[in-house]
């Protein structure tokens, strides 16, 4: 029996290999080319392993948890406390279930009242990509599971075309994916300062706890969240750190759905993330 083909240094399975010829075609590629030559004799030999992230406070995020003012009495508690309550619940977690737990059970967000149910993540948390969305819809808040929708649907298949897939079993191929909220907004507004304030102590621990080689912030909100930065058009393609990670910004799949002619450009975002892969190695 012959062996596969390979690409992109993974067995080039005939299920794989039309999961990818789908998704060139969706694109729209018609050409084996980028727009600029690459230089293959010229790759650098290895990334830098990432180190253990940082305690500091990502950039326009609500700080570390400085002494959290005392709520008066009578008052709700003011956003200081709740932010810090998060920050106190998800530094306790030591295991991802125990994040997971810590998070569910936290009150402070009015969000968890009307939502159907709580989605944490989904994947294999040893991947190397951990994939950071936006918050659940209602595909997502009826499964309890990020990005199970259209918008996953076309996640998934923009993936399979690198060779990475959710419900892979080897680490190596899979991928660890999870939101900025775990609990839907309403009507699917975007998320509130005060509530993402309140999110990211845990999206922090999350990624800490997880530690993938490279971090996706797939579309606005993550970048706000991660970077304290919006843009994504401008953001999209162009490496950044955030969590002390490397993190690519890229187009949501909701937007690509709506304007499929960027999937040209999610395609190159996807194979820059693949050369890092190949390049870091194991
Ligand atoms: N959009 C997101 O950002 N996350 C989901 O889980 C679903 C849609």
Request: charged share 25%.
């Amino acid at each position: 029996m012959t062996a596969n083909p390979t690409y992109l240094g993974h067995d080039l399975t005939p299920e794989a290999a039309l999961a990818l010829l789908e998704w060139q075609i969706e694109m729209g590629v018609d050409e084996p080319m980028l727009d600029a030559p690459v230089d293959r004799f010229d790759l650098p030999d290895a990334v830098e392993k990432p180190r253990r992230p940082a305690e500091a406070a990502l950039p326009g995020m609500a700080a570390a948890p400085a002494p959290a003012p005392r709520p008066s009495a009578g008052e709700g508690p003011v956003i200081e406390v709740l932010v810090a309550q998060a920050e106190a619940a998800a530094a306790a977690a030591d295991t991802l279930q125990a994040l997971a737990d810590a998070q569910e059970r936290f009150d402070g967000i009015e969000l968890k009242k009307g939502a159907r149910s709580f989605a944490f993540a989904d994947g294999n948390p040893k991947a190397r990509v951990l994939i950071l969305g936006e918050a659940p819809g209602d595909e997502e808040d009826r499964q309890g599971r990020p990005f199970v929708g259209r918008a996953g649907q076309l996640l998934d298949r923009m993936f399979a075309a690198i060779g990475l897939a959710r419900d892979a079993v080897d680490a190596e191929k899979s991928l660890y994916i999870t939101n900025v909220l775990p609990w839907r907004p309403p009507g699917n507004r975007d998320p509130s300062p005060d509530e993402m304030a309140m999110m990211m102590p845990f999206v922090r621990r999350h990624v800490e706890l997880a530690d993938p080689d490279f971090v996706v912030l797939m579309g606005n909100t993550p970048c706000q969240a991660a970077l304290g930065r919006r843009g994504i058009l401008r953001l999209r393609g162009h490496w950044a750190r955030a969590f002390d990670k490397p993190a690519l910004p890229m187009t949501h799949p909701a937007y690509l759905l709506r304007n499929p002619v960027a999937k040209r450009e999610a395609w190159a975002d996807l194979l820059s993330l693949a050369e890092k892969l190949d390049a870091a190695g194991v």
